[in-house]
């Protein structure tokens, strides 16, 4: 079975300090890994996923996450944030051939001026 | 091009009474997916259709249950509902072969008093 685990429900952060959010994963299988944010009263969107191919996936609005196999982790980074980023942001996994996606419990972003 | 459209948005009931929420999948997606997120937690599995058939179920009972379409619109019912069912329930689409991602929509707030 697969499983999310997001290592901080909160993270809060000075604007333009860099951030990383913790991201570990469990399957038996090869995975496809994401980064969903949700900002106050919406539903999901999707940040970056990695499919397959270079390990390192970037997102147009500056985030970046990388593919570790071997510590099966999908960590999430930026290196300076804006106010504009706060929001929750969740971690999920999937495979090819319409298999469930599983999310993270979420991790709260909180920029501060 | 319209996205993921949910209806209602917002909805009160009763325990005991039975709901059903809609959804209408992005144009060019064949499968919709459940889910169900409570206050303050990530989105839990609660069934996907591909084919107007359950293709895969989360650990929900069977009060929950749902239905699609030849249109891939697709209806999420909740019988006997408990106050433990209050909750923001997202629909997603994405295509069964590729399931590279998921386009939410908005949602449904469901309170049960």
């Known amino acids: 079975a697969q499983s999310v685990t997001q290592l901080d429900s909160q993270v809060p952060v000075f604007e333009e300090a860099p951030v990383e959010l913790r991201c570990n994963y469990s399957?038996?299988?090869?995975?496809?890994l994401f980064w969903y944010v949700q900002y106050p009263n919406q539903g999901l969107q999707l940040l970056l996923k990695?499919?397959?191919?270079?390990?390192l996936v970037e997102s147009i609005n500056g985030f970046e996450a990388e593919f570790n196999k071997s510590q099966t982790s999908f960590h999430l980074r930026k290196p300076s944030v804006h106010i504009s980023d706060t929001a929750e942001y969740f971690c999920?996994?999937?495979?090819?051939?319409?298999?469930?996606?599983?999310f993270g419990a979420g991790t709260r972003l909180f920029v501060k001026a | 091009d319209a996205g993921v459209t949910q209806s209602p948005t917002h909805l009160i009931k009763t325990r005991g009474q039975q709901v059903t929420l809609r959804c209408s999948p992005k144009s060019g997606h064949d499968t919709v997916s459940w889910y169900q997120q409570a206050l303050g937690q990530g989105p839990q599995f609660i069934f996907q259709?591909?084919?107007?058939?359950?293709?895969q179920r989360g650990n929900f009972p069977d009060r929950f249950s749902g239905h699609q379409f030849p249109n891939y619109s697709s209806e999420l019912n909740v019988n006997a509902l408990l106050l433990g069912d209050s909750a923001l329930y997202l629909c997603?689409?994405?295509?069964?072969?590729?399931?590279?991602?998921?386009?939410f929509g908005s949602g449904t707030q469901l309170s049960v008093l």
């Open positions: 399957s038996s299988v090869s995975v496809y």
């Open positions: 990695y499919l397959s191919g270079s390990t």
């Open positions: 997603a689409s994405s295509s069964f072969s590729t399931n590279e991602k998921l386009f």
């Open positions: 259709y591909y084919e107007e058939e359950e293709r």
């Open positions: 999920a996994v999937s495979h090819t051939g319409g298999f469930k996606t599983i």
